[in-house]
C-alpha cells in the first residue's frame, strides 16, 4: 500500500494523494483493473473540474497535458526499447 503518513499531514494535497491511492489500492484489490481505475479517477476528475471551473477551462488544462506528458512528466519509470 502506497501511503504519505510519513509527511505533513496537514498538507491538503498529500491528504487528497494519500486518500485517492488508498482508494485506488482498495479497488485494484477487490479486483478492479488498474487500467479500469484509471479511466474511472479521470472521468471523476475531468467532471469535478468542468463543474467547479467551467468547460473552457478545463479544456486550457488539458491541452497543456499533451507536452507535460511527451515530456515524461508523469513516467515514473522509463524503459529502455
Known amino acids: 500500500m502506497r501511503c504519505f503518513e510519513e509527511f505533513d499531514t496537514e498538507n491538503p494535497n498529500l491528504k487528497a494523494l494519500d486518500l485517492i491511492l488508498a482508494a485506488w489500492d482498495e479497488g485494484v ?4 483493473q488498474p487500467q479500469q481505475m484509471a479511466y474511472a479517477a479521470l472521468f471523476t476528475a475531468l467532471t469535478d473540474l468542468v463543474s467547479i471551473y467551467g468547460e473552457d477551462a478545463v479544456v486550457h488544462l488539458t491541452r497543456g497535458l499533451e507536452k507535460r506528458i511527451g515530456e515524461g ?9
Open 29 to 32: 484489490d477487490t479486483g478492479v
Open 73 to 81: 512528466e508523469f513516467t515514473l519509470a522509463r524503459r529502455d526499447q
